[in-house]
């Protein structure tokens, strides 16, 4: 199975910007649909945004919808997360998920997962 690694977190105003990377390892890349998903203290993980497999279609849950771009790169077995415009509420640890199932944006929906990499958004 695939193995994940998250890093690019840290502490950040309100209106500047972030790149969250994962970097896999183990099972064949390309074939996964990769994700990203968000815990914040106190709160159930929450679906971020999703690449399937092909790499032509994704998923943003609507909080972040304008803001926050997934991108893969399967020579480099990676998967990154832009984020612009960050605010206070994105304020969460963030999670990056493998998964072969049709659907990709329901937490289900993923096997794999990485460790996590903390955001902060302070105001």
Same mark, same amino acid.
């Given at each position: 199975? +695939?193995?994940?690694?998250?890093?690019? %977190? &840290?502490?950040?105003?309100?209106?500047? @910007?972030?790149?969250?990377?994962? #970097?896999? /390892?183990?099972?064949?890349?390309?074939?996964?649909?990769?994700?990203?998903?968000?815990?914040?203290?106190?709160?159930?993980?929450?679906? +971020?945004?999703?690449?399937?497999?092909? %790499? &032509?279609?994704?998923?943003?849950?609507? @909080?972040?919808?304008?803001?926050? #771009?997934? /991108?893969?790169?399967?020579?480099?077995?990676?998967?990154?997360?832009?984020?612009?415009?960050?605010?206070?509420?994105?304020?969460?640890?963030?999670?990056?998920?493998?998964?072969?199932?049709?659907?990709?944006?329901?937490?289900?929906?993923?096997?794999?997962?990485?460790?996590?990499?903390?955001?902060?958004?302070?105001?």
């Amino acid at each position: 199975q +695939v193995q994940l690694v998250e890093s690019g %977190g &840290g502490l950040v105003q309100a209106g500047e @910007s972030l790149r969250l990377s994962c #970097t896999a /390892s183990g099972g064949t890349f390309s074939s996964y649909n990769l994700g990203w998903f968000r815990q914040a203290p106190g709160k159930e993980r929450e679906f +971020v945004a999703a690449i399937r497999w092909s %790499g &032509g279609i994704t998923y943003y849950a609507d @909080s972040v919808k304008g803001r926050f #771009t997934i /991108s893969r790169d399967n020579a480099k077995n990676t998967v990154s997360l832009q984020m612009n415009s960050l605010k206070p509420e994105d304020t969460a640890a963030y999670y990056c998920a493998a998964g072969t199932n049709n659907y990709f944006t329901r937490l289900r929906d993923f096997s794999s997962w990485g460790q996590g990499t903390h955001v902060t958004v302070s105001k």
